[in-house]
Structure formats: C-alpha cells, structure tokens
C-alpha cells in the first residue's frame, strides 16, 4: 500500500485497487436519482449506476487518486483535493499499521499470546479499519491502518455520488442511511473517536496491554484535535465558529466521560457474570486506577523523604478510581456550568463511584459489582445528557478563570494532588482561551500568558529517564497555575 500510494501521489498509476476502478471522480452522470427522490430503488441509484458493492469501500486506494484527494499540496488552494496527501504525509492514523510491525508490538504480541500483531483482531480492531467491515480485509487494506474508511465510513455506497453539487442537498440522514459519517460537528466528531481513543465494549487496552508495552490511553478530545494535522478547509466547518476550542473541549469531556463509565459498566456485567457462571472473573480493571499509586519507581531517588512529603497518594493503599477522567468531570461542572447555578453534575457522579470502591477497592462480591454497575449506568446516563446539553447550547463560554479553579480545589483537594488532574488543569485553561488557538499550533493569547502556560506545560513533564510523575509537586504546580496571567475574556 505503501508503494501504491506513494506512486499515486506522483501521478503514476501504480498497480493496486484504484486504478482498477475508474477513478470515480471524474465521472459526470447526466441524469442523477438521488436517494428519497422519484426513482430512487434502495440501493442509490444515480444516473444507472449502482454502488460496486465488490469494490472494498474503506480502502484509501479508493480516495486517494491524483484526481480526487491525491493531488499535491504545492500551489493548490483546495484542500479537499489533497486530504489524502496530508493524511499520507502527516497523520499518524496512517502509520497505524506499520507500528505493528515494530519491534515493540511484536514484544507485546509475543508476551499476550496473540501471535502476530498486524494478524492479531486484538490490535488491528483500532490499528486499522477492520473493525468498519464484517468480513476480514484483505493485507493491503489493512496496511492502509486508520484510513479514510475509520472516520468518514464505508464508501461504497456513496463515493460514487458524493462528488455531485446534488450531494449538498441530500440530509445527514439521508447522507447517513448510505454508509456517510457525520463528522461536522463536536459531538458526531468526538464519539467517532472514542472507541479507538478511550475503547469499547468490542475493544480496550487494559492493564495487560499495558503491562506488555502498549501507551496507556489518557484521551482529551480537543487537545488531540489540535495535535492532529487537518485535512479539510475550517471554512464553514466546526473550526469556524467562534467556540470551537470551548466547545470541543467540553462536549469532548462530557462524552469521553459518558465512554469511561460505559466501559466500566461492562467490565463490571462481565465480572459479574464470570462470577456466576462460576468462572474465572476479572475485576477490577487495573487501568482503570491511579497507575502511580501502585507503580513507584524504586531506587534513592524516589525514596527521598521529600518526594514522599510532595507526592502522596491521597489514599494509601487504595488507588483512585480514573484520576484522568474524574478531575475532567470536576473541571467539567466547575468551568462549563453558567455561573450562579452550579449543580452537582457529572464530576460528583464520578466521584460517588469512587466511593463503591472505598474501602476494600479490589474486593469482587455479586452486591458491590452491582453496586458498581449501576453507579456507572448513572454516570454514563449523567454524562450522556450532560454532552448532548451541551452541544445545544449556542455558545459555550468555559470559565477557567483562577478563582473558579481555586473554589474546585479547596472542595476536592485530594483530587488535585494527582498529576493527571493536573494536565486536565492545564488543558482546561488552554481550551478556554489561555493557550493556543483552536486548530493552529499559533499562539491565541498574549505572549505573557502563552509563556506562562508553556512552563506549565514544561513543569508537568516527566524528567528525563524517568517514566512517573515522581518529581510532580502538586503545592508548585498550584502556585504556578495561578500567577499564569490570563486574558480578560478568561477572568470572572
Ligand atoms: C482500543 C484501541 C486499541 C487497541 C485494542 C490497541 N491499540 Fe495500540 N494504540 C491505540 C491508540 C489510540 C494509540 C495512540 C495512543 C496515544 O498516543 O494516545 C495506540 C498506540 C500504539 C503504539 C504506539 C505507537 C506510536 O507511534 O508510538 C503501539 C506500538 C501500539 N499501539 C501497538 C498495539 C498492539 C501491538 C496492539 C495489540 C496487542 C494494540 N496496539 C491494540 C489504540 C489501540
Ligand atoms: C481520524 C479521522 C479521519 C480520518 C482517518 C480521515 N478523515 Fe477526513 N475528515 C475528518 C473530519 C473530522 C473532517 C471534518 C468534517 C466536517 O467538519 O464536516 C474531515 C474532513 C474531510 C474532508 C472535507 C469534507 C468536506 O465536507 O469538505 C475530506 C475531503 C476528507 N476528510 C477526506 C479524507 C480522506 C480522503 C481520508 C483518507 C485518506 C480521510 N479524510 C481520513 C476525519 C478523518
Ligand atoms: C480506528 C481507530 C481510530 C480512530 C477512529 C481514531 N484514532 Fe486517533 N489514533 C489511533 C491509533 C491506533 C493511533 C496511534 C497511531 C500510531 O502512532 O501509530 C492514533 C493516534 C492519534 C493521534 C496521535 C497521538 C500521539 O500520541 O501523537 C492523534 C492526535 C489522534 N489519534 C487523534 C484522533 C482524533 C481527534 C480522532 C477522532 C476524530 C481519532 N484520532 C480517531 C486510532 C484511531
Ligand atoms: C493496583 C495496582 C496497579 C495499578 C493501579 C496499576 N498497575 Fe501496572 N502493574 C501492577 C502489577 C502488580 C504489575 C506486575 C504484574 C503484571 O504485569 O500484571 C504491573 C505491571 C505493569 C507494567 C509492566 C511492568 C513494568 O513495570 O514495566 C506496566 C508498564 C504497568 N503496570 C503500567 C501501569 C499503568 C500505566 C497503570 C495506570 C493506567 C497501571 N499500571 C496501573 C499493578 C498496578
């Protein structure tokens, strides 16, 4: 695939699935049936074509001819006409296969007993499309990795008339009823990327991932859009609104959230099943709790008397439920609820779960596992509807100003201890306007509060060598946050 595309991207017609097929863009019906109009059979029909429903509908090979979205960056103004190349050039999905073929995935292959990575259903389920078609892809569609097919969905059924002006008049649904994906705004967005990004009922990495080699996942949707290279024009997109980088951010953390808990919710019905059915049960989920908590790096450094003072797990012996994703869901309520009418939301439902694990965190009964199970269905209902509220309102204006944060850490100190709740801080006061603006690597505000923010970003970095947050101090980290100066917009 590799070689197919690089020979595409140059305009020579390599031998690979797209030139089998007509390049499709170039193709102008005269007569057009468009789907819901007079004419239309279910399948659509436009101008006596039908879908080839042979031609494999994910594969890049299919969008990524010089004529359509191959074409080259230099001296072309219209994006859309080179998305495959800066997805080919810039995107890591694209590299998403190769990586399991490193020498890592294949060490993390070996100790899972899963054979090869790149044959593996466990890995290629996120490292590829495999998970957009029912029937096993053929190697060099899965060599695409995460491709065109991951997000925008299986074309076979609508690239054949999506380049047509009538395509613009045709609904989401109507658009959705095809196979097209609606990805033009926050929320259709964010839940596209989360099975991959946080995980699912059909896909996870868990503790034993982990353990094996694999990035533990800590998701933010609007930080990790802005690190992703764009294919597409902001005009007239999501990008050109005004709060997008609010928007993305709270949206973003309300559905992750509304994921979290849905993902303990499974884990939690398996157990519980596992348990009655008399067979071998997981539970907890290591990956789901404080890492550091039970992970201390040994050796003198971290025995020093005065990293312990500095960071101490605020429960001994008892790791925290989720430190990621609850401090998104405190920060959450603190920063997105119009001042005045702060209601307990979804970062006190987060915290009651916690609660279900206190004492005894890792004790599996038939009562606590329901117990759990029906914290976490609340609190993916809370966060569910908290997201879709959200994604109504017409402007969403996020108050990450110091003296909101500052009220936050004086209710859940222990919280703030943490330095996932930390980097949460950080992403917060940069999604509200403090930092970088919304899909640009440009700095938004005022050098001051950039350079502030930047040796935030700097203090929260692991020291060299050292793979734990063991130099974290959380008392400076606070001290630190609050003489960032922030723009007017951002303060009270
Ligand atoms: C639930 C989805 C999911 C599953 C299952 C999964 N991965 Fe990943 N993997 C990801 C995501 C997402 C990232 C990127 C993490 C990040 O940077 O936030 C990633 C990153 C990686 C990386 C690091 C890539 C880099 O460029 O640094 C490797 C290597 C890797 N995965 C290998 C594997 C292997 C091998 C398997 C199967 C044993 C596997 N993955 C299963 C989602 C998944
Ligand atoms: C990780 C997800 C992802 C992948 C992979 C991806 N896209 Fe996109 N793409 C998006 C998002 C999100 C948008 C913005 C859509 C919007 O706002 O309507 C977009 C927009 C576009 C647009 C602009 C659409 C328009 O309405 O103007 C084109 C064209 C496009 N993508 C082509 C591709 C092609 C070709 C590939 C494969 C080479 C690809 N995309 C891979 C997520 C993805
Ligand atoms: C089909 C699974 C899948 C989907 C859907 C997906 N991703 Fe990814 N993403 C991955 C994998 C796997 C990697 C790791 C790739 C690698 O490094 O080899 C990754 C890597 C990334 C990275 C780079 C992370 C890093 O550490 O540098 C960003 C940014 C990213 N994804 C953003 C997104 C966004 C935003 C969306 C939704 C619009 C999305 N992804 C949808 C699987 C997916
Ligand atoms: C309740 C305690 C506990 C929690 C919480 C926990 N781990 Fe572990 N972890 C262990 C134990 C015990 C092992 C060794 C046995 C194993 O491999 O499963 C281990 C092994 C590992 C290993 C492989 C051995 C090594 O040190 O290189 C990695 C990596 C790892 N964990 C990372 C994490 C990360 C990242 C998190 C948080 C997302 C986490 N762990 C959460 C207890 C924990």
């Given at each position: 695939m590799r070689v197919?595309a ?52 994910v594969s890049v ?26 997805w080919m050039?810039?995107d890591p999905h694209a590299r998403a296969y190769e990586v399991l073929h490193e020498p890592r995935s294949r060490r993390m292959a070996r100790s899972l007993g899963l054979g090869e990575a790149h044959r593996a259903q466990q890995c290629l389920a996120c490292h590829s499309m495999q998970s957009e078609s029912?029937?096993p892809l053929p190697p060099e569609v899965l060599a695409d990795g995460v491709g065109?097919g991951s ?44 099975p991959c990004h946080?995980g699912?009922?059909s896909r996870e990495v868990n503790?034993d991932l982990i353990a094996a080699g694999h990035p533990?996942l ?275």
């Open positions: 197919c690089a020979a595409l991207f140059a305009g020579i017609v390599a031998p690979c699935a797209a030139e089998t097929t007509p390049a499709p863009c170039i193709v102008r019906s005269p007569d057009l049936t468009l789907p819901g109009q007079a004419g239309a059979g279910d399948a659509a029909t436009l101008g006596g074509m039908r879908p080839d429903r042979s031609a494999l509908g090979a299919s969008c990524g001819t010089v004529s359509c979205h191959g074409g080259p960056k230099a001296g072309n103004h219209d994006v859309q006409s080179f998305a495959f190349t800066i050039n810039d029912r029937e065109c997000c925008h969905g299986d074309s076979s059924r609508w690239q054949h008339i999506h380049y047509f002006p009538e395509w613009k008049q045709l609904s989401t649904p109507q658009r959705e009823s095809l196979g097209y994906r609606d990805l033009s705004n926050a929320s259709t967005r964010v839940q596209n990327c989360i946080v699912d009922a503790h533990r800590s998701f933010e949707f609007a930080a990790y859009q802005r690190l992703w290279p764009r294919h597409w024009t902001p005009a007239g997109k999501a990008e050109s609104q005004a709060d997008f980088a609010q928007r993305s951010w709270a949206v973003g953390q309300a559905a992750t959230l509304e994921a979290v808990a849905s993902l303990l919710a499974v884990r939690a019905e398996r157990a519980s099943e596992a348990i009655a059915a008399e067979r071998p049960h997981r539970w907890p989920e290591l990956s789901e709790f404080d890492c550091y908590a039970c992970h201390q790096t040994l050796g003198p450094r971290s025995s020093a008397a005065g990293h312990a003072a500095r960071f101490q797990n605020p429960f001994p012996g008892q790791p925290s439920w989720q430190p990621w994703y609850v401090s998104a869901g405190r920060l959450l309520e603190a920063a997105a609820s119009p001042s005045g009418q702060d209601r307990p939301g979804v970062g006190t439902a987060a915290v009651d779960i916690r609660k279900v694990f206190e004492p005894e965190w890792s004790v599996a009964d038939q009562e606590r596992l329901d117990r759990v199970l029906l914290e976490a269905r609340g609190l993916a209902r809370a966060a569910g509807a908290s997201a879709r509220e959200l994604a109504t309102r017409e402007r969403i204006v996020l108050d990450a100003s110091h003296h909101r944060l500052d009220a936050l850490l004086a209710d859940a100190p222990p919280e703030w201890r943490f330095w996932d709740a930390a980097v949460q801080t950080l992403l917060v006061i940069e999604a509200a306007g403090g930092g970088r603006a919304a899909g640009s690597r440009q700095a938004a505000a005022p050098g001051q509060t950039r350079q502030a923010i930047e040796e935030l970003r700097e203090s929260l970095r692991f020291a060299p060598g050292v793979d734990s947050p063991r130099h974290f101090d959380p008392v400076r980290f606070n001290l630190d946050r609050a003489a960032v100066p922030l723009p007017a917009h951002v303060q009270p």
